[in-house]
């Protein structure tokens, strides 16, 4: 009886350790993506569904990061920056149970007997359509958007704190409130493969849909195959509440120069 006792006291603690260390980060970065310079290198990109996408930024992923690099206490002399791959036995699920179907089953066997399908996990399937139009995959390894939500899901979601649909329904939610493509337009920096864009004006423009909080976001920049440099990225910070825009902790410029190109898609 002791056995059993300390047996399930070591897995109460070894389940609230890894709670822990799923939510010990200091912010998000909602990451968006224009789709021009992905697509704009030589490796090229693929459509999925062999249907274009529209022109608009597209999320990339919402990651836990850390204010400042830390010693990571699973490899002996490396730091980490962020957190990843928090758990790896919660993987992405698109069940179709849905929340009143899962309480009758927790209900009548309990709650860790139906884990699998919790509601969290359970209503992924209700934002696909959501999901495919604002969170798409233009690689060419994969044409499946699922491949690309679970890679995201198993390497930043599990750290998050937040179930699945929470994840990823915050991440929609904040892609919805931050108009990027709008900003830009509204400020005259249209897509073009010939116009070149001041950094300093961008940045401004991009702040707009921010509420003209410049400290809240960072940009970075790609090399297109003609060897320009484009806008690629926004980050955009976030509280770990998932819906509060915070400053940036780490201010940066990824690979941009005083003037940069916005191009089609």
């Known amino acids: 009886m002791a056995l059993n006792h300390h047996s399930s006291l070591a897995v109460l603690l070894l389940a609230l350790a890894a709670a822990c260390a799923a939510t010990d980060f200091d912010f998000f970065y909602l990451v968006q ?24 930024f597209g999320i990339h992923g919402l990651w836990p990061n850390y204010a400042a690099c830390r010693p990571d206490a699973a490899t002996p002399n490396r730091t980490s920056c962020w957190p990843d791959f928090c758990n790896a036995t919660d993987t992405l699920n698109l069940s179709l149970v849905s929340v009143s179907e899962w309480t009758s089953l927790k209900l009548s066997h309990g709650s860790a007997s139906v884990m699998a399908t919790r509601p969290s996990n359970a209503q992924i399937k209700g934002m696909e359509a959501d999901l495919r139009r604002s969170w798409g995959t233009l690689s060419c390894k994969s044409k ?5 939500w ?3 899901w198993s390497r930043h979601g599990t ?3 937040m179930g699945q649909h929470a994840y990823f329904r915050s991440a929609l939610d904040l892609k919805a409130r931050l108009d990027l493509t709008g900003a830009l337009l509204d400020a005259g920096i249209v897509p073009s493969d010939e116009a070149e864009y001041c950094l300093d004006r961008v940045r401004a423009a991009v702040a707009a849909a921010t509420g003209g909080a410049a400290p809240m976001l960072e940009l970075e920049c790609n090399r297109s195959a003609r060897n320009e440099t484009q806008l690629y990225q926004v980050y955009v910070c976030v509280d770990p ?11 940066a410029q990824r690979g941009c120069t005083d003037m940069i190109k916005f191009p089609p898609f």
């Open 241 to 251: 509440d998932g819906r509060t825009l915070v400053h940036c902790p780490l201010p």
């Open 150 to 152: 679970s890679h995201e």
């Open 159 to 161: 750290c998050s704190g």
């Open 33 to 56: 993506q224009w789709p021009g310079p992905y697509c704009d290198t030589e490796a090229g990109c693929c459509f999925p569904g062999d249907e274009k996408p529209a022109a608009d």
């Open 144 to 148: 499946d958007a699922t491949d690309f």
